[in-house]
């Protein structure tokens, strides 16, 4: 700033109070002036670099080697008036707070660099040609209270973290004291919309992801470390959603066209208006200025009147963020028609006795009429958000209960509000509560899109499919309370509102995740095959994993019900499932077919009994077979029969083992032989109650029984040789 003074100083000719060129003396005089001038301002600047220190050189090196510059130009630039004072202040505050650099782009700086070189140059003797100066960083510190952002220029901003001063001994630390950032504000944003959003932009993108991610909670216990969490990661959502409607609104801001032709505002009595109404020239351009603006008015009030082009999932939030986003638009255009000009320009039209006051005011009837609708509908819709917060911040078990007070809400809306009340705006209404509770059942199951459903947890994915299909179920529920307690008081508004259109999206949302839920169920149950130890059962359990393994390498979004590839995907799952299920079927009536004994039968069916059971198929039922395994046992009780008939008086015995005992161990043989699938058989009932049966089971009876009489019998005559031989042992072997 002062070489701009400097060059202000010799610009041009110089001349006295009375019109003359000043003498000889007077120039030299002035030249000492400036000469004493800039050595002042050299000492004062060299005596504020001298007090810089470590802590300085770190903001100003950390700039210079943003904007890729020295560090001294950006020392040049600050030391300039009291902007040293506004860094001491920045390091002795004991609060967290802010200061900022405002680099002006390099571009307007060469350009008022070069038009002041070459009005210095156009004063000079000489004729050479004025040569551009190479443009100057100019670098200006602020901490963002008063100072106005100008735009076309590259904001960089240091946020102290810690509430402590930053002295010179713990300059070291300043690299974690500190955090760094900057933001470009372009040469067209001139309403702040497109700097607002990129606050939003780094909030979103840098901040909220870094505050998800961190652990240093300190010593509070996990349930409240993860609340408080939550707590600040939603208001910083919450936040950016605030600064991106407001830079949306910024954006949609309606300005009247500058009327250039003439300036209205001289123009501020009834004197002034009569006037310029007497005067054809001034009147017609007042008149082209006046249909400029209601052509202007007519096109916003014509795009209001539009069909709103939404997404098909945005939630209720999205509905008042709209109508504030039109009550800043209209009010704005408001204060403008109350402005000056628009009550110039209007003043003469009454003057003249136009035709055009008749259609301006209807258009300003229009305008009034549209910003108290979209006030009306923001102050209601206000009243909705905190009911509306659960279903963007709960899951879907904990939202079951603030869905009465939310359709409550919804009911007042309805009964009390001017505008907001038809059937098309109520039941838009109602389409976003039900589009934000899919949007939260999505999350609550993927983990807020961190995993897919393959690599989570079974179980624990199932549980999730069944509360959002409870949602659902409570959602209805909720809903037909209300709309029949609504019809016990016919004074008030009914919820004759669309169903379909309503829960539709919802219902299909649930019949998917129920597919899905019937999909991880059967993989669930047939991953029990490779478990299994039966011989020939692991291709089926191979067989199933090529299955899966196809439907889980689909690129598509398994909880996106708007894409029916999966319907079509799942048909195909079902089909395989059931041909597999066949095969599975055919497999074991063939296996246990071929075992030669009840026993080895019976075994074999047990352990397909653990695989049916494990896959909850019906149609595979092995219990199907112990009608036929229970008609051989009984030829096996009739083979033993006979065996016992044949052998009996001269049983085979085991090597080394006596007459007796080894008739008592091939009776006990014999016996076992029947026992063990009996005592299968007992375990089911069911197969034990037919006649056939009951025929078995008395032939069971009496071999046992005559196995056991003959087992003992024998026992007893061991034991009364036993006497004979003690009788023999106590005679004497000496006569």
Known sequence: MTADKDKKLVQGPVFNNKGKRPTVNVIEKAQDVLVQYRQKAREEKEHKRGRLDARHNYLLRTVADHLQVSQTEIEDSVLEGFQIELMDQFFLRTNVSLIMFMAPKPEAVETAT??????????????????????????????GKNEKIETDCTILYFIKTVEKPVTLESSMLMHKWLNFGYMEVLKTDTKGAHLIEGVAKILHTIYIPALTKYTGWGGLPSIQREEMKWEIVSNLEGFCGMLNNASGSLEDNILLKKCDTIDLTQYKSATDYQEAANSAEDLLLVENCFVGWCKQIEQVLAESD???KEADDIGPKAELDHWKKRMA???SLLDQIKGQECKAALGIMIAA???????WKQLDTQITDSANEAKDNVKFLYTLEKFCDPLYKNDPVTMVDHIAGLLNAVRMIHSISRYYNTSERMT??????????ITSCKNYITSNNSCRLWH????VV???LRACIKLNKEYQAAFHRTKARLEQSPEERQFE????????????FSKRLEKIMHMFELIESYSKLGESKIEGIERYSTRFMVIINVIKKKSYDLLDHRKMDFDTDYDDFCNQVCELESEIQRFMEDTLDKPSTTQAALQLVKKYQNIVTGLKISSLDPQQKFGKILQGFGKDIENVQKLYQKQKNDPPCGRMLPPISGKIAWARQLFRKIEQPMLVFQQYPGVLESDDARKIIRSYNKVAKVLLEYEVIYHQAWLKQIDVIKSGLNASLLV
């Open 462 to 464: 199932l549980e999730k």
């Open 428 to 437: 838009s209404l109602f389409i976003k509560i039900t589009n934000q509770m």
């Open 353 to 359: 006795k136009s035709k055009l006051i008749k259609r």
């Open 497 to 508: 509102f669309s169903e379909m259109y309503i829960f539709g999206k919802f219902d299909t």
């Open 456 to 459: 989570e947890d079974r179980d």
């Open 306 to 308: 539009q069909m709103r």
């Open 329 to 331: 638009k209209f009010n």
């Open 114 to 143: 070069t038009a002041t070189t070459a009005t210095t140059a156009a004063t000079t003797t000489t004729a050479a040609p004025a040569k551009p100066a190479k443009a100057r960083v100019k670098v200006y510190i602020t901490d």
